[in-house]
Structure formats: structure tokens, C-alpha cells
């Protein structure tokens, strides 16, 4: 028997900076509608107006694609159940509302702040469950007339059977939540406005979702949708309940949930520090998913056509950034040179960096690009590498500058500087020879040797290939700075 075609969705609210958690939960909808050949539907839940914006909006999308990511239906692809923003389906939730309450699945619940919060505190104090307690269910005619001629708004509540709500997690297994813990829930406020408890499931089902993959946050909600799915079923309006998965919490610093406001979790950080998208993607399917124990490292090809959610794992991860940065360095020297090259691009020009544009020189950077590749863990690291390429002259700290230069570097720059001047400046093997023979000339091995060539020439202490960097940046320049730090060491 064919089994349905897959249709899942990525559903973010548009407030705020897009986090990692988010994109994980997007990439394994992505992996798994890719996988099964199914749709992706991209929604926007935008019906939060005092906290969605349309700055946030712009964001998601914009990165969504810096991601790679594409969906079948959704914001400016458009599809048959469109309008894909919730602020733009009012009138299909206040449908569905109605019927809703006609039909005895939920009404009005008269109930003010301060008696739901009194007969909170008493339930609690009584030891009993302290949810809503069903207070507005059957009230009469009468006392409907009277809360009205009260002033009263109602908001509009949902009735949830008195009997548990059971389902199979494709993560977790078989969840069963008990009537008492999952009371009688607002789907409408006061106002009018829809809320996520409703438009949520409401949208899922008028789209067809099969599979809700989605945070453990939300598993809280999954037996309440479910009851409102019956519902929904019951009034025509869906066909099946789809099947749930909640992917694992992540764990950030000292083993606490990583928050939205962590700067660890913002995508925009990630981005601007140069990672790779597919370094990161690659990174956030390890949180809660692996393509074998001994593969750490993999295209999203090889994820896609691997990734089932029957294998994620239902236990907290632990975001390593440390990894994470390992894990892109990987990818960088995956890269065709020639790509790499391009990616560099926004690194090697203001603001990021401190030459003038007219300095940067395109053959230096061709030349010294395969040498950098093999060194960044990611984009951004690749400035301060090169500088000494575009600058003027080498910036010089203090800390590096006093680590090299010892007792006796003069003369062994001195001894460098002339064989470097008979050295052939078209081969880095030459160049180095010529350090290595004025290292022996001093009782030095090439390690101590080249320190202080290396801080004359490019001011640090670590960087990119010594000889390779000398043989870029040429032999004027490099003579002429070996020539300053000799003149700096004699001042
Ligand atoms: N808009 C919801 C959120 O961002 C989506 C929840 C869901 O996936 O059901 O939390
Ligand atoms: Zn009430």
C-alpha cells in the first residue's frame, strides 16, 4: 500500500532575531519532506500583532535562503491553500470559531481575571488540579443574560473530553495525558483576536499536515490539538490527525535550556562570524540526530537521504560551539578553492576590513586563498590573515612583537635578510631554505628561526604558511619590513 504523500511545515512567528532552535526544527522539516519526496509548507504565525513584525518577517526569509533552503508552499511561492500568513486567514479562524461553538465544541467563557485566579489559588491551596475549572460550561440562559448585562466579553473556550488523550510521538513513543491536566483551553480572546491554540492546529489541518515535527516545548499543546483535530474532524473540516514528533530540548552554558535571548543561539552571530551554512547545518542535525557513531561530518545530501525521525533522540543536547566550529573548519576544506575564494569576499573589504579597498590586490588574494582555506575555522578569520597582504604595513601588538624578538633576533634577521635577498622569490622552498640556513647559522631550529621573520612581515606571531606568505606578499615589501624591524629593534 502507498502511504500518503509526506506534507510538513515550518511555522515560526516572526518576532525577533531568528535562533539556532529554530533553524534545527526547519532543517529537520526540510530533510524530512525532502527525504519522503513530500512538501514543505512554510507558514508565517503572525497573529501575535504587539510582537510580530514585518522586520522579523523579512529576516526569516532572508534566512531561510542564506540557509539553502526551499519550500513547496508558503511566502512568495505561493500554493493552493494561500494566503501562507496567518494575519492575512482571519476570517477562516473566525469561521472555524463559530462553528466551533455551534456545534458545542467550546463556548463562551464568561470568567474575569480575578475569579480565575481566586479559584486558582483556593484549587491549589485544596491540593486539587489548578487549571481552569469548567466554571462556564453549562451555564443557563439566565446567567448568560445576567454576565452580559454585566458588560462582560466573553472569550471563547474549548471543551476537552473528560477522558485521556493518548499518542505515539514519532521521538518519544506512546504519551498519555490525563483529563485533569489538560483543562478546558481559550481559543479566541475577548477581542475577537484568534489565538496560537487555535489557528495552529486550525491551519495544520486546511493544509493537510501529516507530520508535526516541532520543539519538546510544545509537546504540552499536542494533546489539546489533538482533541480539537476530533473536532475538527467531526465538523468536516479536517480529515486525519497528523502524526507528532518533539525534537529535544537544547541545552546551552552550565546545562540551561539555551534561550532565544542567548547570543550563542542568534543565527545573525553565526553569520556574521563567517560560518558556512552547510558547516552549521551540518552542526545542528547533531542536535538530536546522527548519521552513524563514527561520522561527525557530512553534506546535508548525505543527511537527506539518511534522515528519519524515527532516529532522533528523545534526550536534552548540548550546543558545543567548539564543535560546531570544528565541525565548519571541515566544510571550509571541503570547499573548491575557487568557492571559497568568493565566499571570503564581504571579509576583505570595509567594514570588516581596516585597508582601502583600492589596496586589496585580486592576484595576492588568488595566490594566498588555497594556503588561507587550510587555516580558517571560519570566514571571518581570514581579515586578520591576510592584512598583511593590504595594509601598509604590518600592525604590530606589543604581546607578539615581545615574544618573538629575543636576545640575538637582530643579527639572526640580519643573516635571514641576506639570504632571503639571494633567495629565488618564485619558489617558497627557496625562501625557506633560506631561513633554515640562517637558523643554523645562529644554533637555531626553523621554529625559533622563523618567529621573528614572521613577526617583521606580517606582525603576528601565528598565521598562514611563513613562505608562502613571504613569497605573495614579494620581495620589496618583505626586505623593507624585515629592514624596519631590524631599524625598530636597534631604536
Ligand atoms: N509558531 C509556533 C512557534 O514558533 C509554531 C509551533 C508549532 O510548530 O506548532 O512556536
Ligand atoms: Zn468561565
Request: one cysteine or more; hydrophobic letters at 40%; glycine letters at 6%.
Given at each position: 500500500?502507498?502511504s500518503a504523500p509526506v506534507r510538513v511545515r515550518f511555522?515560526?512567528?516572526?518576532?525577533?532575531?531568528?535562533?539556532?532552535?529554530?533553524?534545527?526544527?526547519?532543517?529537520f522539516n526540510?530533510a524530512f519532506a525532502?527525504h519522503h519526496?513530500g512538501t514543505l509548507v512554510?507558514?508565517?504565525?503572525?497573529?501575535?500583532?504587539?510582537?510580530?513584525?514585518?522586520?522579523?518577517?523579512?529576516?526569516?526569509?532572508?534566512?531561510?535562503?542564506?540557509?539553502?533552503?526551499?519550500?513547496?508552499?508558503?511566502?512568495?511561492?505561493?500554493?493552493?491553500?494561500?494566503?501562507?500568513?496567518?494575519?492575512?486567514?482571519?476570517?477562516?479562524?473566525?469561521?472555524?470559531?463559530?462553528?466551533?461553538?455551534?456545534?458545542?465544541?467550546?463556548?463562551?467563557?464568561?470568567?474575569?481575571?480575578?475569579?480565575?485566579?481566586?479559584?486558582?489559588?483556593?484549587?491549589?491551596?485544596?491540593?486539587?488540579?489548578?487549571?481552569?475549572?469548567?466554571?462556564?460550561?453549562?451555564?443557563?440562559?439566565?446567567?448568560?443574560?445576567?454576565?452580559?448585562?454585566?458588560?462582560?466579553?466573553?472569550?471563547?473556550?474549548?471543551?476537552?473530553?473528560?477522558?485521556?488523550?493518548?499518542?505515539?510521538d514519532l521521538v518519544?513513543?506512546?504519551?498519555?495525558?490525563?483529563?485533569?491536566?489538560?483543562?478546558?483551553?481559550?481559543?479566541?480572546?475577548?477581542?475577537?483576536?484568534?489565538?496560537?491554540?487555535?489557528?495552529?492546529?486550525?491551519?495544520d489541518?486546511?493544509m493537510e499536515i501529516t507530520h508535526v515535527l516541532r520543539?519538546?516545548?510544545?509537546?504540552?499543546?499536542?494533546?489539546?490539538?489533538?482533541?480539537?483535530?476530533?473536532?475538527?474532524?467531526?465538523?468536516?473540516?479536517?480529515?486525519e490527525i497528523p502524526a507528532f514528533g518533539h525534537l529535544?530540548?537544547?541545552?546551552?552554558?552550565?546545562?540551561?535550556?539555551?534561550?532565544?535571548?542567548?547570543?550563542?543561539?542568534?543565527?545573525?552571530?553565526?553569520?556574521?562570524?563567517?560560518?558556512?551554512?552547510?558547516?552549521?547545518?551540518?552542526?545542528?542535525?547533531?542536535?538530536?540526530?546522527?548519521?552513524?557513531?563514527?561520522?561527525?561530518?557530512?553534506?546535508?545530501?548525505?543527511?537527506?537521504?539518511?534522515?528519519d525521525v524515527s532516529?532522533?533522540?528523545?534526550?536534552?543536547?548540548?550546543?558545543?560551539?567548539?564543535?560546531?566550529?570544528?565541525?565548519?573548519?571541515?566544510?571550509?576544506?571541503?570547499?573548491?578553492?575557487?568557492?571559497?575564494?568568493?565566499?571570503?569576499?564581504?571579509?576583505?573589504?570595509?567594514?570588516?576590513?581596516?585597508?582601502?579597498?583600492?589596496?586589496?590586490?585580486?592576484?595576492?588574494?588568488?595566490?594566498?586563498?588555497?594556503?588561507?582555506?587550510?587555516?580558517?575555522?571560519?570566514?571571518?578569520?581570514?581579515?586578520?590573515?591576510?592584512?598583511?597582504?593590504?595594509?601598509?604595513?604590518?600592525?604590530?601588538?606589543?604581546?607578539?612583537?615581545?615574544?618573538?624578538?629575543?636576545?640575538?633576533?637582530?643579527?639572526?634577521?640580519?643573516?635571514?635578510?641576506?639570504?632571503?635577498?639571494?633567495?629565488?622569490?618564485?619558489?617558497?622552498?627557496?625562501?625557506?631554505?633560506?631561513?633554515?640556513?640562517?637558523?643554523?647559522?645562529?644554533?637555531?631550529?626553523?621554529?625559533?628561526?622563523?618567529?621573528?621573520?614572521?613577526?617583521?612581515?606580517?606582525?603576528?606571531?601565528?598565521?598562514?604558511?611563513?613562505?608562502?606568505?613571504?613569497?605573495?606578499?614579494?620581495?620589496?615589501?618583505?626586505?623593507?619590513?624585515?629592514?624596519?624591524?631590524?631599524?625598530?629593534?636597534?631604536?
Open positions: 500500500m502507498a511555522c515560526p512567528s516572526p518576532t525577533g532575531n531568528p535562533h539556532v532552535g529554530l533553524v534545527r526544527t526547519a532543517l526540510w525532502k519526496q512554510f507558514r508565517i504565525e503572525d497573529t501575535d500583532a504587539a510582537r510580530d513584525s514585518e522586520e522579523s518577517y523579512n529576516q526569516l526569509l532572508d534566512s531561510m535562503r542564506w540557509l539553502g533552503f526551499d519550500w513547496d508552499e508558503g511566502p512568495e511561492v505561493g500554493g493552493p491553500h494561500a494566503p501562507y500568513r496567518q494575519s492575512q486567514r482571519m476570517d477562516i479562524y473566525r469561521d472555524v470559531a463559530r462553528k466551533l461553538l455551534d456545534g458545542g465544541y467550546a463556548y463562551h467563557c464568561y470568567c474575569s481575571q480575578d475569579e480565575l485566579d481566586a479559584r486558582r489559588e483556593a484549587a491549589r491551596a485544596a491540593g486539587k488540579p489548578s487549571g481552569y475549572d469548567g466554571h462556564c460550561r453549562e451555564l443557563t440562559a439566565a446567567q448568560v443574560e445576567q454576565y452580559q448585562a454585566q458588560g462582560r466579553e466573553p472569550i471563547v473556550r474549548f471543551r476537552m473530553p473528560d477522558e485521556p488523550i493518548t499518542f505515539t518519544r513513543g506512546e504519551i498519555t495525558y490525563q483529563p485533569e491536566n489538560v483543562p478546558d483551553y481559550g481559543i479566541v480572546r475577548a477581542n475577537g483576536a484568534p489565538l496560537y491554540t487555535l489557528v495552529n492546529p486550525v491551519d489541518a486546511l520543539g519538546e516545548d510544545l509537546l504540552s499543546s499536542t494533546p489539546r490539538q489533538i482533541a480539537l483535530y476530533k473536532a475538527l474532524i467531526e465538523l468536516g473540516v479536517a480529515k529535544p530540548y537544547v541545552m546551552g552554558e552550565g546545562n540551561k535550556k539555551l534561550s532565544k535571548r542567548d547570543p550563542q543561539s542568534s543565527l545573525n552571530l553565526y553569520r556574521e562570524r563567517g560560518f558556512l551554512p552547510e558547516g552549521l547545518l551540518n552542526y545542528l542535525s547533531l542536535l538530536g540526530w546522527s548519521l552513524s557513531a563514527d561520522q561527525d561530518v557530512f553534506t546535508i545530501d548525505e543527511m537527506v537521504a539518511a534522515f532516529d532522533v533522540n528523545p534526550n536534552p543536547a548540548r550546543f558545543d560551539l567548539k564543535k560546531c566550529e570544528a565541525i565548519n573548519a571541515d566544510h571550509i576544506r571541503m570547499l573548491d578553492v575557487k568557492d571559497f575564494a568568493e565566499r571570503c569576499r564581504p571579509w576583505l573589504q570595509p567594514p570588516h576590513a581596516p585597508w582601502a579597498p583600492e589596496a586589496f590586490d585580486e592576484a595576492k588574494w588568488q595566490a594566498i586563498a588555497p594556503h588561507a582555506q587550510t587555516r580558517v575555522k571560519v570566514l571571518s578569520e581570514i581579515t586578520d590573515n591576510v592584512d598583511f597582504l593590504f595594509l601598509p604595513e604590518p600592525v604590530f601588538d606589543e604581546a607578539s612583537w615581545n615574544k618573538a624578538m629575543k636576545e640575538g633576533s637582530d643579527a639572526l634577521l640580519r643573516t635571514a635578510r641576506e639570504n632571503l635577498a639571494a633567495a629565488d622569490w618564485t619558489s617558497a622552498e627557496s625562501l625557506k631554505e633560506a631561513v633554515l640556513a640562517a637558523g643554523e647559522a645562529h644554533g637555531l631550529k626553523l621554529g625559533k628561526a622563523q618567529a621573528p621573520v614572521r613577526v617583521a612581515v606580517t606582525g603576528r606571531t601565528v598565521g598562514l604558511p611563513l613562505f608562502e606568505s613571504l613569497e605573495v606578499l614579494g620581495k620589496e615589501k618583505s626586505l623593507a619590513r624585515i629592514d624596519a624591524a631590524l631599524a625598530r629593534l636597534a631604536g
